[in-house]
Every structure is written in structure tokens, then in C-alpha cells.
């Protein structure tokens, strides 16, 4: 599976952006597409993942701010966040993870860089 982020750049504190990844390759039946990121000196970290099915997850720090949604058709994964601070600048990063039988595999894309200043 590849991974191709898109949509990160400068936004000020209180702004808008959205995310895009787009997924080629072979996929799984059952997989969990998602957002970390991951800022200077910091680990990476959850932001938000989809199921297949739909079901999401938030990290705390984004709940109520972020709305992650998937379309199948296209393979693509997006994450809207709203209310940006500064504490949001990260690399941003784009996950797959699969499982086929017992087996689990995980796919990361390049990192898109989010920078909020004003």
C-alpha cells in the first residue's frame, strides 16, 4: 500500500485545513486508515483513524475539532481540523494498517508539514 499526503501548509491560530491522503496498491478487507503526527522533540502521536466500516477516533487533544472521513471509492482519507492553535504544528503523517488472517501490516505515508502562526 502506498501513501500520498497532500494539504498541509501555513495557517493562522483559530484557521481551517484539510488533509488528503490518497491510497494505491493492494488493500485489505478489514484495515484502519488514520492521521498522527508528530512535532519537534515529540513522539508521534494518534490523531485520528476510520475504520472500514466507519467508526472513528480522536485523540483528546483534537476531539471536537478534527472530522476524519474515508471514501472508499477513491481510497482516500481526509482529516478536517478546525480551531487550529499552535500547539497543532507537527509533520503530519498518513497511516494504513491492515490485517489478513493473523497477520498485521502497517503503511505510512511521507509527512505533510502543518504549521499554525500567526
Known amino acids: 500500500v502506498q501513501l500520498q499526503a497532500s494539504g498541509g501548509g501555513l495557517v493562522q491560530p483559530g484557521g481551517s485545513l484539510r488533509l488528503s491522503c490518497a491510497a494505491s496498491?493492494?488493500?485489505?478487507?478489514?484495515?484502519?486508515m488514520g492521521w498522527y503526527r508528530q512535532a519537534p522533540g515529540k513522539q508521534r502521536e494518534l490523531v485520528a483513524s476510520i475504520a472500514t466500516g466507519g467508526s472513528t477516533n480522536y485523540a483528546e487533544s483534537v476531539d471536537g475539532r478534527a472530522t476524519i472521513s474515508r471514501d472508499n471509492a477513491k481510497n482516500m482519507v481526509y482529516l478536517q481540523m478546525n480551531s487550529l492553535k499552535p500547539e497543532d504544528t507537527a509533520v503530519y503523517f498518513c497511516?494504513?494498517?491492515?490485517?489478513?488472517?493473523?497477520?498485521?501490516?502497517?503503511?505510512w505515508g511521507q509527512g505533510t508539514q502543518v504549521t499554525v502562526s500567526s
Open positions: 496498491g493492494s488493500f485489505f478487507s478489514i484495515n484502519v
Open positions: 497511516n494504513y494498517w491492515g490485517l489478513r488472517g493473523t497477520d498485521e501490516y502497517t503503511y
